[in-house]
């Protein structure tokens, strides 16, 4: 079975910064691209950052210069370096990964979602 899991999320203050992991597990083949989203109340899920199995990265212009994106091949896992937080980031954060599994399917998983709450 393969899943993704997230962790890392939390209150932090406006200013603060937070480090969100998510490694994945299961019959993995290879992991291409790996994302963040983040979904706020009332709000449709948005891309935050991508990554691609190489390294090119691509983010949200409203975090650009202060989220930074990640990965580790090797562990199977991304992070989202996350600081100068506003409380406009406050959001449910979801990693995705697209990925090729046994038998020889590819599609995407999305971890279960950490909560991020930037408030004093």
């Known amino acids: 079975q393969v899943q993704l899991v997230a962790s890392g999320g939390g209150l932090v203050q406006p200013g603060g910064s937070l480090r969100l992991s998510c490694a994945a597990s299961?019959?993995?083949?290879?992991?291409?691209?790996m994302s963040w989203y983040r979904q706020a109340p009332g709000n449709q899920r948005e891309l935050v950052a991508s990554?691609?199995?190489?390294?090119?990265?691509n983010y949200a212009d409203s975090v650009k210069g202060r989220f930074t994106i990640s990965r580790d091949n090797a562990k199977k896992a991304v992070y989202l370096q996350m600081n100068s937080l506003e409380p406009e980031d406050t959001a449910v954060y979801y990693c995705?990964?697209?990925?090729?599994?046994?038998?020889?399917?590819?599609?995407?998983?999305w971890g279960q979602g950490t909560q991020v709450t930037v408030s004093s």
């Open positions: 995705n990964a697209n990925m090729w599994v046994v038998p020889g399917v590819e599609r995407d998983y």
């Open positions: 299961g019959s993995i083949v290879t992991i291409y691209a």
């Open positions: 990554i691609t199995r190489g390294g090119s990265t």
